[in-house]
Nanobody, 113 residues
Framework: VQLVESGGGLVAPGGSLTLSCVAS????????ISWYRKRPGMARELAAW????????DYPDSTKGRFTVAKDNGKNTATLQMNNLKPEDTAVYYC???????WGRGTQVTVSS
């Protein structure tokens, strides 16, 4: 099993970024994808979740209304569209095969002027 994130970088407050998670080694359509983030000095936390079919999503209050998660089972890819980014969104973002301990290595997102 392999999960590879990409798309991180430096963005100004109010800007947008889209992260991608490409998965391999398991039946992608049978598992949801969770996006987590590790902010400096804080525990890793859930940022978004999408169901195996891609039809259901969930967000914590901290990202609801600004982040959008999607899943393309034909491309074995999940994405996290992040809008109106704030400095407190600065973190390493990880994707995880839901219900397992299969994680990607993460991608750094820095929100700063």
């Amino acid at each position: 099993v392999q999960l590879v994130e990409s798309g991180g970088g430096l963005v100004a407050p109010g800007g947008s970024l889209t992260l991608s998670c490409v998965a391999s080694g398991y039946p992608f359509s049978q598992h949801g994808i969770s996006w987590y983030r590790k902010r400096p000095g804080m525990a890793r936390e859930l940022a978004a979740w999408v169901s195996s079919s891609g039809l259901n999503t969930d967000y914590p209050d901290s990202t609801k209304g600004r982040f959008t998660v999607a899943k393309d089972n034909g491309k074995n890819t999940a994405t996290l569209q992040m809008n109106n980014l704030k400095p407190e969104d600065t973190a390493v973002y990880y994707c995880r095969r839901s219900g397992t301990e299969d994680w990607g290595r993460g991608t750094q997102v820095t929100v700063s002027s």
